[in-house]
């Protein structure tokens, strides 16, 4: 709880030493996010300004400070009679009583309600992890399939303008009888097929990029400017370290391991509540006169008293049942242990096979359909102009070639997104790491 409590130190520290540096670094940000953005940049960004991110630290803050609170003796208590009609003693009528009283905790007891405390801003700070990685993730899913949208779109402009030159091509050869009007209609539809792409792709691009600026608590219209491409990252690690690696560091399992502590120090609790409290505590009463011939010697004086009380836990089957919820929370949280890995190796497994798959689809397209259709394409063209193929079956090989290209960056913004999900899930990069080139910081899809 130290390192806790140290680290939430150092954080206010830094934050009130770094204002002004940190507003100089957001500015800096929001300028590279209208040129040549970089996932990094919009994770960065989103680091600072995510509202999630920031409720979510300030209940873990919450949290450590209830630790000062639950250690802390219960407040004294000091009480003061007085009498409208003063009592008469001996030395003489007590007009007022003041008492000021102390509770003292059975030794043990505050340490070990701390130790409940500390399970919990573990727990607190363990989800705090869980909403930055999820909202890095979602960043870089947004990232990813904005990608595909702007690579899409320049997909859909080159294939609309070799359209435009393929129907003209054709109402040539339609002009002198070298080509059908089935085959102009193709081509017409074909072209139509692709404007369709072309609005609807602008419509998918604002959307998400009304998505991606929410994630970043940004305006819906601000601009996100030439996205950079990360390129294939292949994955270092087998399906068993995954799974070793998701066991070690995934939110939902490392939070039920914290909760799995909390109950056993909630029923190491229970054992202290079963245990009295002591009080202690001293008294003033003022003692007037008394109205007598004869007074006491002593009469008048005041009196000073001393108390010692503690509490009786008599009700032993209340006692039995607080043990005995404790103990049922320990068994239910190491069930709840026992599901979360189960759960966890199911969705690695899930996001290994998608993985892969993305990975086979990728070099499906980009090896070998690819080519395939390119050289098909050039083959088709050929071939219409030396008479052997009709018009219809060039604009179908193209056809054919726009449909392989828009799956290859289809397949390549899944395998990002999926890759974002398992490194949430693993909780570490899972990939080869590589220093990018200017060249390639200089690039990017527009």
Same mark, same amino acid.
């Given at each position: &709880?130290? %390192? @806790?409590?140290?680290? *939430?130190?150092?954080? +206010?520290?830094?934050?009130? $030493?770094?204002? #002004?540096?940190? /507003?100089?670094?957001?500015?800096?940000?929001?300028?590279?996010?209208?040129?040549?953005?970089?996932?990094?940049?919009?994770?960065?960004?989103?680091?600072?300004?995510?509202?999630?991110?920031?409720?979510?630290?300030?209940?873990?803050?919450?949290?450590?400070?209830?630790?000062?609170?639950?250690?802390?003796?219960?407040?004294?208590?000091?009480?003061?009679?007085?009498?409208?009609?003063?009592?008469?003693?001996?030395?003489?009528?007590?007009?007022?009583?003041?008492?000021?009283?102390?509770?003292?905790?059975?030794?043990?007891?505050?340490?070990?309600?701390?130790?409940?405390?500390?399970?919990?801003?573990?727990?607190?700070?363990?989800?705090?992890?869980?909403?930055?990685?999820?909202? &890095?993730? %979602? @960043?870089?899913?947004? *990232?990813?399939?904005? +990608?595909?949208?702007?690579? $899409?779109?320049? #997909?859909?402009? /080159?294939?609309?303008?070799?359209?435009?030159?393929?129907?003209?091509?054709?109402?040539?050869?339609?002009?002198?009888?070298?080509a059908a009007l089935m085959d102009m209609v193709k081509?017409?539809?074909q072209l139509g097929q692709i404007r369709y792409d072309?609005?609807?792709?602008?419509?998918?691009?604002?959307?998400?990029?009304?998505?991606?600026?929410?994630?970043?608590?940004?305006?819906?219209?601000?601009?996100?400017?030439?996205?950079?491409?990360?390129?294939?990252?292949?994955?270092?690690?087998?399906?068993?370290?995954?799974?070793?690696?998701?066991?070690?560091?995934?939110?939902?399992?490392?939070?039920?391991?914290?909760?799995?502590?909390?109950?056993?120090?909630?029923?190491?609790?229970?054992?202290?509540?079963?245990?009295?409290? *002591?009080?202690?505590?001293?008294?003033?009463?003022?003692?007037?006169?008394?109205?007598?011939?004869?007074?006491?010697?002593?009469?008048?004086?005041?009196?000073?008293?001393?108390?010692?009380?503690?509490?009786?836990?008599?009700?032993?089957?209340?006692?039995?049942?607080?043990?005995?919820?404790?103990?049922?929370?320990?068994?239910?949280?190491?069930?709840?242990?026992?599901?979360?890995?189960?759960?966890?190796?199911?969705?690695?497994?899930?996001?290994?096979?998608?993985?892969?798959?993305?990975?086979?689809?990728?070099?499906?397209?980009?090896?070998?359909?690819?080519?395939?259709?390119?050289?098909?394409?050039?083959?088709?063209?050929?071939?219409?102009?030396?008479?052997?193929?009709?018009?219809?079956?060039?604009?179908?090989?193209?056809?054919?070639?726009?449909?392989?290209?828009?799956?290859?960056?289809?397949?390549?913004?899944?395998?990002?997104?999926?890759?974002?999900?398992?490194?949430?899930?693993?909780?570490?990069?899972?990939?080869?790491?590589?220093?990018?080139?200017?060249?390639?910081?200089?690039?990017?899809?527009?």
């Amino acid at each position: &709880m130290k %390192s @806790v409590l140290l680290m *939430f130190l150092a954080m +206010l520290c830094a934050f009130s $030493a770094g204002t #002004v540096k940190s /507003q100089s670094f957001g500015s800096e940000i929001e300028d590279r996010l209208a040129g040549n953005v970089a996932v990094s940049d919009l994770i960065a960004y989103a680091y600072r300004n995510n509202p999630a991110i920031r409720e979510v630290r300030e209940a873990w803050r919450e949290t450590v400070e209830q630790y000062r609170i639950t250690t802390g003796y219960p407040d004294p208590e000091i009480k003061f009679t007085y009498f409208p009609e003063p009592i008469e003693t001996r030395l003489g009528p007590q007009e007022w009583v003041a008492g000021l009283n102390q509770r003292i905790p059975f030794p043990g007891k505050l340490s070990q309600a701390g130790k409940v405390v500390e399970a919990e801003a573990r727990v607190a700070h363990i989800k705090l992890d869980r909403i930055v990685k999820g909202v &890095m993730a %979602s @960043v870089r899913r947004s *990232f990813h399939e904005l +990608l595909y949208i702007r690579t $899409a779109r320049k #997909v859909v402009t /080159q294939n609309l303008r070799l359209l435009v030159h393929l129907r003209k091509l054709g109402e040539t050869a339609y002009a002198r009888d070298r080509a059908a009007l089935m085959d102009m209609v193709k081509a017409q539809s074909q072209l139509g097929q692709i404007r369709y792409d072309s609005i609807l792709l602008e419509e998918l691009e604002l959307t998400e990029k009304t998505r991606l600026n929410g994630i970043l608590n940004r305006a819906p219209d601000a601009r996100i400017g030439t996205l950079v491409d990360e390129g294939f990252q292949p994955v270092v690690f087998s399906l068993k370290g995954l799974y070793q690696l998701a066991e070690a560091n995934q939110e939902d399992l490392r939070i039920a391991r914290a909760l799995v502590e909390r109950a056993d120090a909630k029923a190491e609790l229970a054992r202290f509540e079963n245990l009295p409290d *002591f009080k202690v505590g001293v008294s003033y009463s003022s003692i007037g006169h008394p109205d007598v011939p004869v007074r006491p010697e002593d009469s008048g004086r005041d009196g000073l008293g001393f108390q010692v009380g503690m509490t009786i836990p008599l009700w032993f089957d209340k006692n039995r049942g607080r043990v005995a919820r404790a103990e049922a929370g320990i068994r239910k949280a190491r069930a709840a242990e026992e599901v979360a890995i189960t759960e966890i190796r199911t969705r690695v497994h899930d996001l290994f096979f998608r993985l892969n798959n993305a990975k086979r689809l990728m070099a499906l397209y980009r090896d070998d359909l690819l080519p395939q259709a390119m050289n098909a394409m050039e083959i088709a063209e050929t071939w219409y102009r030396e008479g052997q193929a009709s018009f219809s079956d060039f604009v179908e090989t193209q056809g054919v070639y726009y449909n392989f290209q828009l799956s290859l960056a289809r397949a390549s913004a899944d395998y990002g997104k999926v890759l974002a999900a398992m490194e949430r899930l693993t909780g570490q990069a899972i990939t080869k790491t590589s220093r990018r080139n200017k060249e390639k910081a200089q690039g990017g899809i527009k």
